[in-house]
């Protein structure tokens, strides 16, 4: 199992608990982007395996990284509408985990623009 969904998992509710203390409204849905390292084909399977367990993908894009002659692999991002409950974390980010490791690839985690709601990012409001 390349992707370990427990401490994802975890990292994911200590980050929606942060934003929650700042006033985000974790039960409202949230554009979401969700971050995969992977070929174009395997980020194909993958949202192949999303969409069969019932997930919509607003959009899918590669990632131009700065550094990128340091990554093995593109990343990739899907960008996903959904709520940051603990529940709907769980479900999502174990979904993605699980998918990931059938496409072979890893998952990197999760993003949410907080400027939205006119907060400046920490660094520990990233889901891991």
């Known amino acids: 199992m390349l992707n370990d969904a427990t401490s994802k998992v975890a990292a994911s509710l200590e980050t929606a608990s942060n934003l929650a203390a700042r ?51 593109p990343m990739f991002g899907l960008l996903v509408s959904h709520a940051l409950d603990e529940d709907t974390l769980r479900n999502v980010i174990t979904a993605c985990c699980r998918a990931a490791d059938l496409a072979n690839i890893e998952y990197d985690g999760w993003d949410v623009d907080v400027s939205r709601w ?3 990012a920490t660094p520990n409001e990233e889901g891991e």
């Open 23 to 73: 006033g985000v409204d974790i039960s409202e849905s949230h554009e979401v982007e969700h971050f995969f390292l992977g070929s174009t084909e395997k980020i194909t399977k993958l949202e192949r395996s999303l969409i069969d367990a019932g997930y919509s993908i607003d959009d899918a894009f590669e990632l131009k990284l700065e550094d990128s002659e340091l990554e093995e692999e």
């Open 118 to 120: 006119g907060l400046e």
